[in-house]
């Protein structure tokens, strides 16, 4: 059974960082392509970040040069590491294997002004 749960979301300033986890269960990870996505009350779910299973990594035009996703195929982990936050980062973000219906519950971002 696939699970996805995320971690590490929390209040942060502006121009502070966190890093979110996702921990995988499964068979299906070290195979898939992984994804960060986020949506703000009011908003359509976006994509945030994008990495293959060999590690190719895409990228928001948004959080460009700022975060940063990476995973541990070994661990079954993906992370997304976001520095020099912004208010308009604040969203739930959602750990995904890309192209397909399996998703974390999210957590919550919020960064103050």
């Known amino acids: 059974q696939v699970r996805l749960v995320e971690s590490g979301g929390g209040l942060v300033q502006a121009g502070g960082s966190l890093r979110l986890s996702c921990a995988a269960s499964?068979?299906?990870?070290?195979?898939?392509?992984m994804a960060w996505y986020r949506q703000a009350p009011g908003k359509e779910r976006e994509l945030v970040a994008g990495?293959?299973?060999?590690?190719?990594?895409n990228y928001a035009d948004s959080v460009k040069g700022r975060f940063t996703i990476s995973r541990d195929n070994a661990k079954k982990m993906t992370y997304l590491q976001m520095n020099s936050l912004k208010p308009e980062d604040s969203a739930v973000y959602y750990c995904?294997?890309?192209?397909?219906?399996?998703w974390g519950q999210g957590t919550q971002v919020t960064v103050s002004s």
């Open positions: 499964g068979t299906l990870f070290t195979l898939a392509p």
């Open positions: 995904r294997i890309a192209r397909t219906t399996f």
């Open positions: 990495i293959s299973s060999g590690g190719s990594a």
